[in-house]
C-alpha cells in the first residue's frame, strides 16, 4: 500500500520533476527552471492575481456585485453585493481519453470541475470549455488526401473513435452537472517528416473553465490538530487504479491491463451534491464550517488525505474502515488508492462538524469522518478488519524534496520541407475548407448546454442562424449586472515541429486577439492558463520546450504585462508500439494551449464576426504577419501532406498597438464586427465572417496570381 501510494505521489504527474529541473542545452547550464520561467511572469506582473501556484486554480480580481444565494439562516434567495474572485483552471485528461474517450473526456471535465469547487476554502464552478488535439481522423466513407494511413496500437482508440464519444463524455459530465460549456478547439495534425511521424495518437483532451469564490475564502489557513478529516462524496470502487502514474509514461510502455485499470468513470449526480454541499457552507461567510478542502484526482484517496494534512500544516490518522465502499472485497491497496470520481477531501474543526452533517444531510450528499489531524507531522493509516496498520511512515518520507532531477538536451535542425504553396487555388480552398481546424464545430458544440446559469452573455454561435464562429466566450459577473468576465483559447502546435518558440508565440497572440472581441480594458487584466505537452527525452524536443517556454516566460508574456498563474504539463506524448517486425512510433510535437481570462466591462458590448449587411461598411485587414505570409505549419501546408519551412510568428509590440487600436474604435463605435484571422488565413476569416451575416462579399487583396494561396 506505502509502494502504491508513493508510485502517485511521486509520479511525473503529481510532481511536475521536469519543470522543477535543472538544465543543459548545448553543453551550456541554464539559469532557469521551467517552473522559473513560468513564475517569472507572476514576478514580473501579477497585481491583480489573488493566489498562483498554491491552490488546485488560480484566482484574480473580479468585479463587485450582487451574488444570488439563500441566507443560511431563513433560505431566503437574495442578492448579496459583495467582490466577486475570478478564478480559473485548465485540465488535460489525455491519456485515459486514449483508452476509453467517454469516461476519459468526462472524467476529465469532472475532475476540472472538482478543482474550480475546491479553492480556498470553497468556491463555485460557473462555465467549462473542452478542447482535443487527436492525429487524423480517417474518415471510413471520406479519405482525404492528407492522410498517412499509419496504424496504431490495439490498446488505444482511433482518432474518429476519440472525436465521436470523447466530446460527449465532456458534455454529458457538464450537462448533468449543470455547468454550461462555451469554449473549446479542436484540430488533427499528423505528418511524416525526417524525424519520423508527428502527430497525436496519444491525444490532448483539455477540461477547463472558470468560476467565482469570495475574497475571504481564497486564502487556505492552516488548521489545528483535532480537526475531522472528512471524505465527501461517493463510495470507493475498483476503478481508476494508477491512474497518475499511467499518465506519467510513454503510450504503450506499460501493460495492456494496467492501462485500462486507470480509467475512471463518471457520476456527475454525486458531484452536483458535492457542490451543493461546498455552496450552502461558503454562503456562510465567515461561519464557513470548512477549514479546509482538496479535490481526489490522481493517486485518490492516498494522494489527497496525504496532501491535505501536509497543506494544513499537520499529520494525520486514519481508519481504513472509515471509508465508503461499494465493493467490500477490495485489498487495503484498493480501497486506499483506487481514484472513484466525485470526491473531496475537507477539514472540518469538531465545533463545526455538526452543522456540516446537517448540511450533508439536507443535501442527500454522502460523507464519513475517516480520520483526525495530529500535531506529529506523521501518517497512519490503520485497519480493523485486518488489524494491522497499512500505512505508517512520516509525512517527510513521502513529501521530502526527491534528488533534483537534471535535463540535458541539445538542438536538433527542424525537419523542413519544400513546400511553398505555389498549388491551385480552388482546390487549396476545398482542401482548407475540409480540414478538421477549420471546419465546423457545430457536432461539438450543440451537444452541450450553452445557457444554464442565466448569465450567459456570448456562447459559440453568433447571429440569427447560429453559425459556430464567436471568438471568445462571456458571461456576466451576476445575475445583477451587466459586467463580464471572458474566456479564450489559442494553441498553434503544428508550428511547434518546425519553431518551438514562435508556436509558443502565436499562442499567447491568439488567445488575447480572440478575447480582443470582449470589452477587456487592459492587457494587464488579463491572466493565462498554460498547458505544455511534450515527449520528454524525444531528439531535441527537450531544448524545443525549453526554448519555447523561456519565449513565452522570460520575453513575450512580461513585455505585454500579462502572468501564467496556472498551468499544467504533459510530458509523456509519445506512442510506440510493435507492428508485425517493425517498430513503430508517432511522437507530438512541443505542445503549449493557451488559454486566457479577465474580467470585462459591459458585456453586452462584446463584438462578434457577423457583418451588418444593412451598412455600407468597409473590411480592414490588420496584418500581425506584416505581410510576410509565411505558411510554415499551416493548414494548407498540412492539407498537402506538408510542414513548410519559414514560420509564421509575431511580435509584442504589435499585440499591444492591435489591442490599444482596437479598443480605441471600439469606444468610439467604429467596430461593426470583429473576427480573428487563425487556421485558414485571411479567406477563411472573411468566409466565416460572410457566413455568420448570409452575404457576399467583395474583397480586394493586391498579390501575383501565384502567390494567392499564401496570401490568402
Known sequence: TELMMFAQANSEHCRHKIFNASWTIDDVDQTWSLFGMIKNTYQQGGDNVLSAYADNAAVMAGHTAGRFYPSPESQVWNYNNESIALLMKVETHNHPTAIAPFAGAGTGSGGEIRDEGAVGRGSRPKVGLCGFTVSHLNLPDHPRPWELGYGKPSRIVTPLQIMTDGPLGAAAFNNEFGRPNLAGYFRTFEVATSDGVRGYHKPIMVAGGYGNIKVEHVEKPPFEAGAKLVVLGGPAMLIGLGGGAASSMTSGSSTEDLDFASVQRQNPEIQRRCQEVIDRCWERGEQNPIAFIHDVGAGGLSNAFPELVKDGGCGGDFELRKIPSDEPGMSPLEIWCNESQERYVLAINPEDLSEFEAICVRERCPFSVVGEATSEQHLRLGDTLLESNPVDLPLSLLFGKPPKMHRTSYRALPPTDDFTGEVPISEALERVLTFPAVGS??????????????????????????????????????????????????????????DGPASGRLAVAEAITNLLAAPVQTLEDINLSANWMCAAGHLGDDAVLYDTVKAVGLEFCPALGITIPVGKDSMSMRTQWDDDAETKSVTAPVSLIITAFAPV???????????????????????????????????????????GASVPDVAADDVKALFNGVKALTAAGTILAYH?????????????????????????????????????
Open 441 to 498: 464545430k457545430s457536432f461539438l458544440i450543440t451537444i452541450g448546454d450553452r445557457s444554464v446559469t442565466g448569465m450567459v452573455a456570448r456562447d459559440q454561435m453568433v447571429g440569427p442562424w447560429q453559425v459556430p464562429v464567436s471568438d471568445v466566450a462571456v458571461t456576466t459577473a451576476a445575475l445583477d449586472t451587466h459586467l463580464g468576465e471572458a474566456m479564450s483559447m489559442g494553441e498553434r502546435t503544428p508550428v511547434a515541429t518546425l
Open 601 to 643: 466591462a459591459d458585456a453586452r458590448e462584446t463584438l462578434t464576426p457577423e457583418l451588418k449587411r444593412d451598412e455600407a461598411t468597409s473590411l480592414l485587414l490588420i496584418d500581425l504577419g506584416q505581410g510576410k505570409n509565411r505558411l510554415g505549419g499551416s493548414v494548407l501546408a498540412q492539407t498537402y501532406g506538408k510542414l
Open 676 to 712: 480573428d484571422r487563425s487556421d485558414g488565413g485571411v479567406l477563411v476569416t472573411l468566409l466565416e465572417m460572410a457566413f455568420a451575416a448570409r452575404c457576399g462579399l467583395n474583397v480586394e487583396i493586391k498579390c501575383q496570381p501565384e502567390q494567392a494561396p499564401a496570401v490568402l
